[in-house]
Protein backbone atom coordinates (compact mmCIF):
# COMPACT_ATOMS: atom_id res chain seq x y z
CA UNK A 1 0.00 0.00 0.00
CA UNK A 2 1.32 3.46 -0.87
CA UNK A 3 1.36 6.34 1.87
CA UNK A 4 1.56 9.83 1.46
CA UNK A 5 3.93 11.16 4.28
CA UNK A 6 6.43 14.35 4.62
CA UNK A 7 9.94 13.81 3.11
CA UNK A 8 11.79 10.95 4.98
CA UNK A 9 15.07 12.13 7.36
CA UNK A 10 17.70 10.17 7.34
CA UNK A 11 17.11 8.31 10.27
CA UNK A 12 13.67 6.75 9.88
CA UNK A 13 13.93 6.70 6.11
CA UNK A 14 16.94 4.26 6.41
CA UNK A 15 14.90 1.94 8.79
CA UNK A 16 11.62 2.36 6.49
CA UNK A 17 14.07 1.63 3.39
CA UNK A 18 15.10 -1.49 4.88
CA UNK A 19 12.01 -2.80 6.11
CA UNK A 20 9.86 -2.19 2.98
CA UNK A 21 12.73 -4.10 0.93
CA UNK A 22 13.39 -7.13 2.87
CA UNK A 23 12.05 -10.22 1.43
CA UNK A 24 11.85 -13.87 3.12
CA UNK A 25 14.79 -14.75 1.10
CA UNK A 26 17.04 -12.12 2.39
CA UNK A 27 17.38 -13.40 6.40
CA UNK A 28 19.86 -15.84 6.85
CA UNK A 29 19.06 -19.23 7.94
CA UNK A 30 20.90 -19.10 11.44
CA UNK A 31 18.69 -15.92 12.10
CA UNK A 32 15.35 -18.22 11.30
CA UNK A 33 16.80 -20.99 13.32
CA UNK A 34 17.14 -18.43 16.35
CA UNK A 35 13.95 -16.82 15.43
CA UNK A 36 12.13 -19.69 15.65
CA UNK A 37 13.82 -20.65 18.84
CA UNK A 38 12.76 -17.66 20.37
CA UNK A 39 9.07 -17.83 19.68
CA UNK A 40 8.66 -21.30 21.20
CA UNK A 41 9.91 -19.71 24.45
CA UNK A 42 8.09 -17.29 23.83
CA UNK A 43 5.12 -19.51 23.78
CA UNK A 44 6.27 -21.71 26.45
CA UNK A 45 6.09 -18.62 28.92
CA UNK A 46 2.87 -17.86 27.92
CA UNK A 47 1.14 -21.25 28.49
CA UNK A 48 3.13 -20.71 31.91
CA UNK A 49 1.35 -17.50 32.85
CA UNK A 50 -1.95 -18.42 32.30
CA UNK A 51 -2.01 -20.16 36.26
CA UNK A 52 -1.21 -16.89 37.49
CA UNK A 53 -4.19 -13.69 38.45
CA UNK A 54 -2.56 -11.17 36.60
CA UNK A 55 -3.88 -12.83 33.65
CA UNK A 56 -7.04 -13.57 35.06
CA UNK A 57 -6.99 -10.04 35.69
CA UNK A 58 -5.81 -8.81 32.20
CA UNK A 59 -8.17 -11.09 30.87
CA UNK A 60 -11.56 -9.62 32.40
CA UNK A 61 -10.20 -6.26 31.70
CA UNK A 62 -10.05 -6.21 28.15
CA UNK A 63 -13.38 -7.36 27.17
CA UNK A 64 -14.91 -4.56 28.87
CA UNK A 65 -13.26 -2.46 26.42
CA UNK A 66 -12.83 -4.58 23.35
CA UNK A 67 -15.34 -7.21 23.09
CA UNK A 68 -14.71 -10.67 21.23
CA UNK A 69 -13.01 -11.25 17.93
CA UNK A 70 -11.00 -13.49 16.12
CA UNK A 71 -7.63 -13.48 16.51
CA UNK A 72 -6.18 -16.25 19.12
CA UNK A 73 -4.36 -16.13 22.39
CA UNK A 74 -1.59 -18.00 23.51
CA UNK A 75 -2.74 -21.04 25.52
CA UNK A 76 -6.62 -19.80 26.23
CA UNK A 77 -9.18 -20.75 23.62
CA UNK A 78 -10.27 -17.01 23.97
CA UNK A 79 -10.58 -15.35 20.78
CA UNK A 80 -10.00 -11.17 20.52
CA UNK A 81 -9.93 -8.19 18.19
CA UNK A 82 -6.53 -7.85 17.09
CA UNK A 83 -5.50 -4.95 19.76
CA UNK A 84 -6.50 -6.82 22.45
CA UNK A 85 -4.91 -10.18 21.72
CA UNK A 86 -1.48 -8.34 20.93
CA UNK A 87 -2.30 -6.90 24.49
CA UNK A 88 -3.35 -10.02 26.11
CA UNK A 89 -0.79 -12.34 24.54
CA UNK A 90 2.11 -9.59 26.08
CA UNK A 91 1.00 -9.68 29.02
CA UNK A 92 1.23 -13.52 28.77
CA UNK A 93 5.08 -13.53 27.44
CA UNK A 94 6.48 -11.11 29.76
CA UNK A 95 4.27 -11.28 32.85
CA UNK A 96 6.82 -13.92 34.70
CA UNK A 97 9.97 -11.64 33.61
CA UNK A 98 11.71 -15.15 31.82
CA UNK A 99 11.48 -13.99 28.32
CA UNK A 100 14.34 -12.77 26.42
CA UNK A 101 16.58 -9.79 26.88
CA UNK A 102 18.86 -8.41 24.01
CA UNK A 103 21.64 -7.33 26.75
CA UNK A 104 23.29 -3.99 25.23
CA UNK A 105 19.87 -2.59 24.39
CA UNK A 106 18.30 -3.72 27.98
CA UNK A 107 15.14 -4.32 26.01
CA UNK A 108 12.85 -6.97 26.10
CA UNK A 109 12.23 -7.40 22.56
CA UNK A 110 10.58 -10.55 22.02
CA UNK A 111 7.34 -9.65 24.14
CA UNK A 112 6.64 -6.34 22.41
CA UNK A 113 7.34 -8.07 18.36
CA UNK A 114 5.50 -11.56 18.93
CA UNK A 115 2.08 -10.09 19.78
CA UNK A 116 1.99 -7.56 16.89
CA UNK A 117 3.59 -10.02 14.54
CA UNK A 118 0.56 -12.86 15.49
CA UNK A 119 -2.02 -10.55 15.36
CA UNK A 120 -1.49 -8.64 11.99
CA UNK A 121 -0.52 -11.54 10.07
CA UNK A 122 -3.65 -13.13 11.18
CA UNK A 123 -5.48 -9.81 10.39
CA UNK A 124 -3.81 -10.03 6.83
CA UNK A 125 -3.28 -14.08 6.00
CA UNK A 126 0.38 -14.32 5.90
CA UNK A 127 2.24 -17.18 5.41
CA UNK A 128 4.56 -18.37 8.88
CA UNK A 129 7.37 -17.35 6.45
CA UNK A 130 5.76 -13.63 6.50
CA UNK A 131 5.00 -13.52 9.99
CA UNK A 132 8.53 -14.47 11.32
CA UNK A 133 10.13 -11.89 8.51
CA UNK A 134 8.07 -9.52 10.25
CA UNK A 135 9.12 -10.66 13.65
CA UNK A 136 13.01 -10.62 13.09
CA UNK A 137 12.58 -6.79 11.51
CA UNK A 138 10.70 -5.68 14.48
CA UNK A 139 13.72 -7.21 16.71
CA UNK A 140 16.28 -5.53 14.54
CA UNK A 141 14.12 -2.22 15.37
CA UNK A 142 13.79 -2.37 18.67
CA UNK A 143 16.81 -3.47 19.67
CA UNK A 144 18.40 -0.51 17.66
CA UNK A 145 16.40 1.68 19.50
CA UNK A 146 17.29 0.12 22.97
CA UNK A 147 20.69 0.27 21.77
CA UNK A 148 20.75 4.10 21.28
CA UNK A 149 18.91 4.82 24.66
CA UNK A 150 20.66 2.57 26.47
CA UNK A 151 20.79 3.34 30.02
CA UNK A 152 18.95 7.09 29.08
CA UNK A 153 15.64 5.99 28.96
CA UNK A 154 16.23 4.46 32.98
CA UNK A 155 17.94 8.09 33.54
CA UNK A 156 14.58 9.74 32.95
CA UNK A 157 12.55 6.94 34.20
CA UNK A 158 11.18 5.09 31.24
CA UNK A 159 11.17 1.38 30.76
CA UNK A 160 13.21 0.57 27.42
CA UNK A 161 11.17 -2.37 26.36
CA UNK A 162 7.96 -0.26 26.14
CA UNK A 163 9.22 2.49 24.14
CA UNK A 164 11.87 0.67 22.09
CA UNK A 165 9.27 -2.10 21.94
CA UNK A 166 6.63 0.18 20.37
CA UNK A 167 9.04 1.13 17.47
CA UNK A 168 9.61 -2.76 16.58
CA UNK A 169 5.82 -3.48 16.70
CA UNK A 170 5.07 -0.71 14.09
CA UNK A 171 7.30 -2.03 11.77
CA UNK A 172 6.41 -5.63 12.03
CA UNK A 173 2.73 -4.23 11.63
CA UNK A 174 3.38 -2.09 8.81
CA UNK A 175 5.51 -4.92 7.19
CA UNK A 176 2.68 -7.07 7.75
CA UNK A 177 0.43 -4.86 6.33
CA UNK A 178 1.89 -4.14 3.28
CA UNK A 179 3.17 -0.71 4.19
CA UNK A 180 5.80 1.00 1.83
CA UNK A 181 8.72 2.62 2.75
CA UNK A 182 7.14 6.07 3.02
CA UNK A 183 4.05 4.42 5.33
CA UNK A 184 6.24 2.69 7.55
CA UNK A 185 8.18 6.34 8.17
CA UNK A 186 4.88 7.55 8.99
CA UNK A 187 3.94 4.46 11.42
CA UNK A 188 7.43 5.52 13.13
CA UNK A 189 5.97 9.09 13.10
CA UNK A 190 2.45 8.08 14.76
CA UNK A 191 3.95 5.71 17.50
CA UNK A 192 6.50 7.64 18.76
CA UNK A 193 3.98 9.39 20.14
CA UNK A 194 2.25 6.48 21.80
CA UNK A 195 5.80 5.05 22.89
CA UNK A 196 5.96 5.23 26.61
CA UNK A 197 6.16 3.10 30.20
CA UNK A 198 7.77 4.16 33.68
CA UNK A 199 9.64 2.57 35.81
CA UNK A 200 7.65 3.10 39.44
CA UNK A 201 6.64 -0.31 39.58
CA UNK A 202 10.25 -0.69 40.80
CA UNK A 203 9.17 1.19 43.75
CA UNK A 204 6.42 -1.23 44.89
CA UNK A 205 5.60 -4.34 42.84
CA UNK A 206 2.94 -2.94 40.82
CA UNK A 207 2.12 -4.88 37.49
CA UNK A 208 2.38 -2.30 35.17
CA UNK A 209 5.44 -3.99 34.46
CA UNK A 210 4.03 -6.85 32.57
CA UNK A 211 1.23 -4.45 30.51
CA UNK A 212 4.12 -2.86 28.65
CA UNK A 213 5.08 -4.89 25.91
CA UNK A 214 1.27 -5.56 24.81
CA UNK A 215 0.82 -2.25 25.43
CA UNK A 216 3.69 -1.31 22.96
CA UNK A 217 2.29 -4.19 20.35
CA UNK A 218 -1.05 -2.49 20.44
CA UNK A 219 0.52 1.11 20.05
CA UNK A 220 2.67 -0.53 16.71
CA UNK A 221 -0.76 -2.36 15.43
CA UNK A 222 -2.96 1.36 15.90
CA UNK A 223 0.76 3.24 14.28
CA UNK A 224 0.29 1.01 10.93
CA UNK A 225 -3.42 0.97 11.18
CA UNK A 226 -3.21 4.79 11.01
CA UNK A 227 -0.29 5.09 8.62
CA UNK A 228 -1.54 2.75 5.95
CA UNK A 229 -5.31 5.15 5.59
CA UNK A 230 -2.31 7.70 4.83
CA UNK A 231 -2.24 9.64 8.34
CA UNK A 232 0.92 11.16 8.70
CA UNK A 233 3.72 10.89 11.25
CA UNK A 234 6.53 13.25 11.91
CA UNK A 235 9.80 11.94 10.34
CA UNK A 236 11.98 13.47 12.79
CA UNK A 237 10.93 11.20 15.16
CA UNK A 238 14.90 10.03 15.88
CA UNK A 239 16.27 13.25 15.72
CA UNK A 240 14.59 15.78 18.33
CA UNK A 241 13.67 19.56 17.41
CA UNK A 242 12.05 20.21 20.62
CA UNK A 243 11.28 18.26 23.82
CA UNK A 244 7.89 16.78 22.63
CA UNK A 245 10.08 14.45 20.63
CA UNK A 246 11.89 11.32 21.60
CA UNK A 247 13.53 13.49 24.18
CA UNK A 248 15.71 10.93 25.56
CA UNK A 249 18.10 11.36 22.26
CA UNK A 250 19.19 13.96 23.57
CA UNK A 251 21.10 12.24 26.15
CA UNK A 252 22.06 8.66 24.41
CA UNK A 253 25.47 7.89 25.12
CA UNK A 254 25.63 7.08 21.24
CA UNK A 255 25.16 8.76 17.73
CA UNK A 256 20.95 8.57 17.47
CA UNK A 257 22.27 6.90 14.31
CA UNK A 258 21.90 3.35 15.78
CA UNK A 259 18.51 3.85 14.75
CA UNK A 260 19.68 3.04 11.28
CA UNK A 261 19.16 -0.13 9.87
CA UNK A 262 21.85 -0.75 7.14
CA UNK A 263 21.83 -3.79 4.73
CA UNK A 264 23.16 -6.27 7.41
CA UNK A 265 25.89 -8.93 6.72
CA UNK A 266 24.79 -12.37 8.02
CA UNK A 267 26.92 -11.63 11.05
CA UNK A 268 25.52 -8.13 11.96
CA UNK A 269 21.70 -9.46 11.36
CA UNK A 270 22.43 -12.31 13.60
CA UNK A 271 23.90 -10.26 15.86
CA UNK A 272 20.75 -8.75 16.32
CA UNK A 273 18.80 -11.45 17.67
CA UNK A 274 18.30 -11.07 21.61
CA UNK A 275 19.78 -13.46 24.44
CA UNK A 276 19.15 -13.41 27.90
CA UNK A 277 20.64 -11.01 30.19
CA UNK A 278 20.43 -10.48 34.21
CA UNK A 279 19.64 -6.91 35.44
CA UNK A 280 21.31 -5.05 38.58
CA UNK A 281 18.92 -3.27 39.86
CA UNK A 282 21.19 -1.17 41.66
CA UNK A 283 22.87 0.12 38.52
CA UNK A 284 20.15 -0.39 36.16
CA UNK A 285 22.37 -1.96 33.78
CA UNK A 286 22.65 -4.90 32.58
CA UNK A 287 25.35 -7.23 34.44
CA UNK A 288 27.17 -8.64 31.70
CA UNK A 289 27.14 -11.95 31.67
CA UNK A 290 23.95 -14.99 30.67
CA UNK A 291 21.30 -16.05 33.25
CA UNK A 292 21.54 -19.46 33.81
CA UNK A 293 19.98 -19.16 37.13
CA UNK A 294 15.89 -19.81 36.91
CA UNK A 295 15.23 -17.02 39.67
CA UNK A 296 14.33 -13.57 38.70
CA UNK A 297 16.00 -10.50 38.28
CA UNK A 298 16.70 -8.87 41.23
CA UNK A 299 14.71 -5.40 39.93
CA UNK A 300 11.65 -7.37 39.58
CA UNK A 301 11.69 -9.50 43.02
CA UNK A 302 9.63 -7.01 44.54
CA UNK A 303 6.81 -8.32 42.77
CA UNK A 304 8.06 -11.97 42.81
CA UNK A 305 6.41 -14.80 43.28
CA UNK A 306 3.52 -13.40 40.52
CA UNK A 307 0.02 -13.37 42.19
Partial sequence: MTTTSPARTSLSGAVADFAAAARPEHVPDEVYDRARHLVLDAVGLAFASTA????????????RVGGAGSHPVLGMPDRLSGRDAAVLNGVLIHGLDFDDTHIPAITHVTAGVLPVALSAATAAGASTR???LAYVLGVEVSARVGLGGAGGFHDVGWHPTAVAGAFGASVAAGKLAGLDAAGLVAALGVVGSMAGG?????????????????????????????????????????????????????????????????????RSAARSIPRRARWSASRRRPSGRRATSTTPSSACRSWWPPP
Fill in 52 to 63: YRFVGVARDALP
Fill in 130 to 132: ELL
Fill in 198 to 266: LLEFLEDGSWTKRLHPGWAAMCGLTAASFAGVGWSGPPAVYEPATSSTLSPTRRWPCAPSTVCVPRTSR
